[in-house]
């Protein structure tokens, strides 16, 4: 079984956001199974809980307290277009969509998500291979296992 592009993901929103919409980022990173932990302010219950990226409005200032308090977390900022180009054009760099110089922190929580996520594949592979045994054959119409001469 797959997982979303988003797969493991938590973010935080700060500020309106325009193109794309508030409601277009939600529903997207819901359907590429990520979770966005808070839309507005206040913040503080999640700065240490592994959140991985705040999106920031264009229009909020790099002096921002939220922003400040982000950074301070080690939380990278990152615009709405970071998140539609990371699923739109995979591989393709996504620096001139990360805010206020948190390029580097950016970069660390994209490493800990492909992790994250290449962990996950491999333990799905590890498990189909194990259900996978050619001794346990069943029939495809009816899941019997007898291997009789009748064919359903």
Known sequence: MGHGAFYGMQI???GQLILPTL???KRAIKAGDGI?????PPYT???DSGVDFAVVSASIPRADAWVQEFIRHGIPCVSADYLVEYVCKPGHPL???VLFKTNNLANKSLEKLKKKQDEMATEETQ??????????????ACGRK?????IC
């Not at 966005?36 to 507005?40: D, F, V």
């Not at 498990?127 to 495809?140: A, G, R």
């Open 146 to 150: 007898d291997r009789g001469e009748v």
């Open 23 to 25: 409601d277009t980022v």
């Open 36 to 40: 966005i932990l808070a839309t507005s």
């Open 95 to 97: 620096d001139r969509h």
């Open 127 to 140: 498990q189909s291979e194990d259900e996978d045994d050619p001794e346990d054959l069943s029939c495809s």
């Open 45 to 47: 219950r999640f700065l």
């Open 12 to 14: 935080v929103v700060y």
